[in-house]
């Protein structure tokens, strides 16, 4: 209940109250008792209340009974997230994603914005006594459903040229994922002088940001920012972000960041787990990243978290405390196959020079004598590019 208050707040909404009923199986007609239902009645009409939100999902006819019952506007939960989804989209990709998703959750809920079915008067090629409008409506809601979906069709392929521009170099793909309002934007701040929206608000990204990051091994490793998931995130909204979700699943490796302070940071790693399943990412190698231990003195909570999952860190994407343990240990799991080569580079080779500087992890380096001399690991599929200056009978590591 405090998250579902805290997602009407951030849709623009001022909570007046709230309540519960334990039932075995929700009522068919009203998803509530009807004792209950004439309860939250009359506490509506007391306190002027407008909306009336569900923590659970409604069929179309539970919400039109509920509407009656209460002469106000009932949300279910994946109305609310739509809403606020719609609320922060910017791209025009975001935009239609999110119109998708409402329109597929309108569709089954168009009688409720007609009580009258008045019939058109039929003409020329239609037979009969031509269509409700309700039937009309729903016609307009599938052709424009099929012209997003084409429209979305084209962003995905647009998407899958610049991911195969971004390949060619090579560079490993690492996706931050986690719980909405967990700190991931401020992660890829912190790590790549992004300037990403941060707030103190539930999903404040919605459209993915790639940046590049150069790890203290000489690796770079790009970096993308993704949509937070949430507890019961609606199936149609996962459905409509596929385009934006593919960063996810082509990834090399997930960084799940966790709201340490959180008290049900738990909860979220299990709703953050079901999610990367339902889109077919689960299994994939992942850091856990426990973030805002900046809030704690006692590090006993972090420390029993660091043991049960190896490889994972602490720290604070705000401080930047842990950060520099972060890069160390994403450069340990991203580690390319590497060769370990002893070269002598004339010194008026400065582009050869630069090159390997920018692409390998350089070891040794000595500028005093004829040549320049050093010991580094380079990537194995750059090796032809630097053979020519292979030390002869140096030992291979």
Known sequence: MAELEELATSAGGEVIGSGTQKLDTPVASTFIGSGKADEFAA??????????????????????????????????????????????????????????????????????F?????????GIGMRGDGETQLETDRRRVQDRIARIKEELLEVRQHRQTQRVGRQR???????????????????????????????DMMFAT?????????????????????????????HRLVESFKATLEEVVQAELLLHVVDLSHPQAEAQILAVNSVLEEIGAAGKPT????????????????????ERFPGSVGISAKTGEGIPEMKDELGCMLRPAREFMDLSIPHEASSVIARLHAMAQVIERDYSGETARFKARIPTHLRNEFASYVVPGAEAR
Request: a positive charge; one cysteine or more; aromatic letters at 6%.
């Open 169 to 199: 170099n090579l560079w490993p793909l690492a996706s931050i994922v986690g719980y909405t309002n967990a700190g991931k934007s401020t992660l890829l701040n912190q790590l790549t002088g992004a300037t990403t929206l941060t707030e």
């Open 114 to 122: 007609w009580g009258h079915l008045s019939r058109q008067k039929g």
């Open 43 to 112: 506490q509506c009409k007391q306190d002027n209340v407008d909306t009336v939100i569900f923590d659970d999902d409604l069929s179309p006819a539970q919400s039109r009974n509920l509407e009656e019952i209460f002469q106000c506007k009932v949300l279910d939960r994946t109305a609310l997230i739509l809403d606020i989804f719609a609320q922060r989209a910017r791209t025009r990709e975001g935009k239609l994603q999110i119109e998708l998703a409402q329109l597929q959750h309108l569709l089954p809920r168009l009688t409720r």
């Open 287 to 306: 850091m856990m990243v426990f973030n805002k231990v900046d809030r704690f003195d006692n590090r006993e909570l972090l420390n029993k978290y660091l």
């Open 206 to 234: 919605l459209d993915p940001t790639t940046r590049r990051l150069k790890l203290p091994s000489n690796q770079n490793v790009l970096l993308t920012d993704t949509v937070g998931f949430i507890r019961k995130l609606p």
